[in-house]
Nanobody, 123 residues
Framework: QVQLVESGGGLVQAGGSLRLSCAAS????????VGWFRQAPGKEREFVGA????????SYSDSVKGRFTISRDDAKNTVYLQMNSLKPEDTAVYYC????????????????WGQGTQVTVSS
């Protein structure tokens, strides 16, 4: 079992930045690919990006590409989502998720989920 806890959410003005953290406990993080997803009120859960087990590759949705960056520090058992140039449409609850093996853009592929952290971007 892997327990995931997100942190770093909050209220920010458009154009600002936030860094979300996803900390793992229970098992070492290194065998797991990690994805970030978000869900706005009344909308389906949406893929944001994912990072491979080794951190050597990442993928991003078109809506965040060039603005968001995912990185990982396995020594700290933590994955980060750096969000720059934030827009009001980025407002959502952000979730991290982990799965053994390859990264995926499908939320159904992930076994473990955090509780989510709210990000609100004001215009």
């Amino acid at each position: 079992q892997v327990q995931l806890v997100e942190s770093g959410g909050g209220l920010v003005q458009a154009g600002g930045s936030l860094r979300l953290s996803c900390a793992a406990s229970g098992r070492t993080f290194s065998p797991y690919a990690v994805g970030w997803f978000r869900q706005a009120p009344g909308k389906e859960r949406e893929f944001v990006g994912a990072i491979s087990q080794t951190g050597s590759s990442q993928s991003y949705s078109d809506s965040v590409k060039g603005r968001f960056t995912i990185s990982r520090d396995d020594a700290k058992n933590t994955v980060y989502l750096q969000m720059n140039s934030l827009k009001p449409e980025d407002t959502a609850v952000y979730y991290c998720a982990a799965r053994p093996g390859y990264r995926s853009s499908l939320y159904t592929a992930y076994n473990y989920w955090g509780q989510g952290t709210q990000v609100t971007v004001s215009s």
